[in-house]
Every structure is written in C-alpha cells, then in structure tokens.
C-alpha cells in the first residue's frame, strides 16, 4: 500500500476547503446562470410605449462570457475568496448593463428609453442572495467588496442611462424633497411608537390582567393601510375645524391629572377616558415632530382651529398617526417579550443582593431585555418605512408620489424612481440596527 505524506494529505484537505460548494451559492449562481439566458433590457421609443427585450448576448462584448465564468467559481469556491469573486460579479454585471444601455440607445432618438427587463431584476436577486453566502464565510470581503464594487459602478456612469435614472434626473428637486419627506414621516413615526410602545410593552410584562393590549395592537396590524386611512380622514378633519389648539392642551392637561384619579379607583375607566386624548396628543405630536424633521415648515397657531397649526383630515398628522399605529405591535411584543424572558434566577439573584424593584428593573430586567427590544425597533423600523408608501395618496408626499405618478401615467421606470430607494431604505436601516444589535449583544457577553 503507497503511503500518504503528510504535505499532500494537507494540499488535499485545502483544495477540498476552497473547492467546496455551498448551497446558498448553488442557488446564486443558478439563478445567476438562468437570468443569462433572459431578455436584459427593454428598449422603447419613449417612457410609456411598449418596449422590444434584449438579451446579454444581443449586443457587442464579452462581459457576458466573463459574468458567466464567475458564476461558476462563485458556486464552487468557499472562504474569504467568495466575497472577493461577488465583488468581481456585481462589476462585471454593472458594466454588462452600462454596455447594453449605451448599445441599445446609439442612433436612437433622444425621447428614447431603456428600461430593465426580468433577466436583469433575476441576475439582482441572484446577487442579492450571493452576498449572503459570502457574507457567511468572509464577512470582511463581502462587507468591503459589493460596497466598493457598487460605488464604482456609480462613480463610472454605468447606469446613467437607464430609464429609472434619467427620470431621476428630470426629478431632481422633487425626488429630494419627497425622500426627505419620506424619512421624516417613518421617522416621526417609529419614533412615537418606541416612546409609546415601550411604556406599554413594560406595563404588559409587569401584569397579565394588562394583556387585552397586546390583542388591541395585533387587531390594529389586521386592518388594512388605505382603510385605517380612510376612517381617520373624516374623524380628524371634524376635530381639526372644531377643536381650538388652546382648548386641546387644555383637555390633554386636565386629562392626565382625571388619570392620575380614576387609576386608584378603576384601571378600566381611567384607561377609557385616555384613549380618546391620547390619539389627539399622538395627533398632534406626530405633526409636529414630522414638521421638525421634514422640509415642512413647523406652524403653531394659537385663537385658531387645529388645521391652523398643521393638523388636518389629510396631509402628515393621519398620516403619522396611523404609522405608528402599526409600529407599535413589534414595539410592544417585543420588549414584552424581552422582559419575561429574564430568567427567575437572575432576578433571585438581584433581590438577595437586595436591590429594589426599580433598581432590579434598570439594573437586570433592562439590559438583558435589551436587544430583543433593539430587534423590535428593527422590525418596526422596516414595516413603517414600507407602509410610508401609501401616505402619498392621502397627500402625505413621500416616495409613494412617484410610485402614485408612474401608476397613473403608465410610466414603469417613474415607478422604479419610487420603488427601488424605499427597499434600499429598508435594507439600510434593517442592517444598521441588525449591527447594533449584534454589538450590544457582543458587548453583553450574550
């Protein structure tokens, strides 16, 4: 029998090391590899016309060949290198699509579009899922590579003549203006529900006969958005004609010392009585704060009805409302979830060192609770910056306009001027709070 060194019994285990396919990559590079068999590109006469599909194969080059051989190795090849070779794959994707975008439109009329096709929106997916298969094996080459490769693509000019770009940049000024009127809208939301949500989430988890609220805020997840919108529009238009603003603060004053009384004598009752006045002050609240973050200007109106000051049936104050409305579910569940999670014995523990129950709270329950609250915002974060969308048909503004513009003129790529920034947004702020997260779970020894 021929005996094995052990030089070539290590090469043998590196090769099998690097050369090993993982799953998640076999589904990118399938993906990857199905999406260079379908039409790209979609070249048509002007935004709204119908279009003529075009293949990677259909215009001049070899990036198509080049994306394909990274494909492969993507498939087979494990470690720091994989992160390396997305890298590699999202710039030979972004140049493949700068290439086939001059292509198309050389000769073409200046009314001309080029619009993506289901090949290029598949070729994204199969990216999208590669990071993850990289980002599992190389965090550092994947975190570095697909930013770097994406900002010189941009840097480039690879996109500059797709549809959803050149719309952008007829846009310019209003796109601005609408994102920034998006993030303070979800903004001002997220932040109300996190200030509301955690009070409650707290009250829960310290009594079950306050379990009715979790109920409360799950029924409110089942009514649909343009609904909730549709039964706040004639409510608050009747409250902001009729309801002087000196009169409102006037009610929410008084109603917090009544609160302070009916609580000793019935939980019930005084819950009643703040229901009401607690959704005007998240009405005005919520107005107010959109207007500090947003391009809005802040308007406060005293001897004047509500709508004075900016609170109105439509525009920002339902729209605010009912965002957080719908933030407040993960919000509460989870930080109730977190608290009854800390174990008894660490509780015990904190009692026979003879902290007090406020001291037990802040000092135990609250930071072990602490990143499950963290993943409560996150998702909270993520739903509401979705949801933005549909506040721009009840004159709200945000990126929905342009979504609501595309529909309405059977502009597809105006759609895309709207669609594509909200799922980055979400993307972004998910990630952002996912690594929060992590490192406060890091630095908890969790």
């Known amino acids: 029998m021929r005996a094995v060194s052990p030089g070539s019994r290590a090469q043998g285990e590196t090769r099998r090391t690097i050369l090993n396919p993982h799953p998640v990559a076999l589904l990118a590079a399938g993906l990857g590899l199905v999406a260079l068999g379908l039409p790209w590109l979609e070249l048509k006469a002007s935004r709204i016309a119908a279009g003529e599909a075009v293949g990677v194969w259909g215009w001049p080059g070899s990036w198509g060949l080049l994306l394909l051989g990274l494909w492969l190795l993507l498939a087979f090849v494990r470690g720091p290198w994989r992160g390396l070779l997305l890298g590699m794959a999202l710039l030979v994707w972004g140049l493949l699509v700068g290439q086939g975008t001059a292509y198309l439109l050389s000769n073409q009329l200046e009314s001309a579009r080029v619009s993506a096709a289901g090949g290029l929106w598949l070729s994204l997916l199969a990216l999208y899922v590669g990071y993850f298969a990289a980002y599992r094996e190389g965090r550092g080459w994947a975190v570095l590579s697909a930013p770097l490769a994406l900002a010189l693509l941009i840097g480039l000019g690879a996109f500059d003549q797709l ?77 902001s004609q009729t309801l002087r603003l000196e009169t409102a603060l006037a009610l929410l004053v008084v109603g917090v010392f009544a609160f302070r009384l009916l609580w000793a004598v019935s939980g019930g009752l005084a819950v009643l009585l703040m229901l009401p006045l607690g959704l005007l002050a998240l009405v005005m609240a919520g107005a107010w704060l959109h207007s500090l973050l947003g391009p809005d200007p802040l308007r406060i109106a005293f001897q004047a009805p509500l709508q004075a000051s900016g609170i109105r049936g439509i525009g920002a104050a339902p729209a605010v409302l009912a965002l957080t409305l719908y933030a407040l579910l993960p919000v509460v569940l989870n930080v109730y979830t977190g608290l009854r999670g800390v174990p008894e014995a660490v509780k015990d523990a904190g009692r026979g060192m003879g902290m007090s129950p406020a001291q037990l709270f802040w000092r135990v329950e609250l930071p072990l609770a602490l990143p499950l609250m963290l993943e409560g915002i996150r998702g909270a974060a993520s739903l509401t910056i979705g949801i933005t969308t549909v506040a721009a048909l009840i004159g709200a503004g945000g990126l929905g306009f342009f979504i609501l513009r595309g529909v309405e003129g059977g502009a597809p790529d105006m759609v895309l001027l709207g669609a594509i920034p909200i799922i980055g947004l979400a993307l972004l702020v998910d990630s952002a709070l996912r690594w929060m997260g992590g490192l406060l779970r890091w630095r908890m020894g969790i």
Request: avoid cysteine; charged fraction near 10%.
């Open 163 to 239: 549809g959803p770009v050149v719309e952008w940049r007829s846009w310019r000024e209003q796109f601005a203006t609408e994102l920034w009127r998006h993030l303070s809208l979800s903004g001002s939301a997220v932040l109300l529900a996190v200030g509301v949500g955690v009070p409650l989430g707290v009250l829960v988890a310290s009594s079950p006969r306050f379990g009715w609220v979790l109920g409360v805020m799950g029924f409110l997840q089942t009514i649909p958005s343009l609904a909730l919108f549709g039964l706040l529009l004639p409510l608050l238009a009747q409250v």
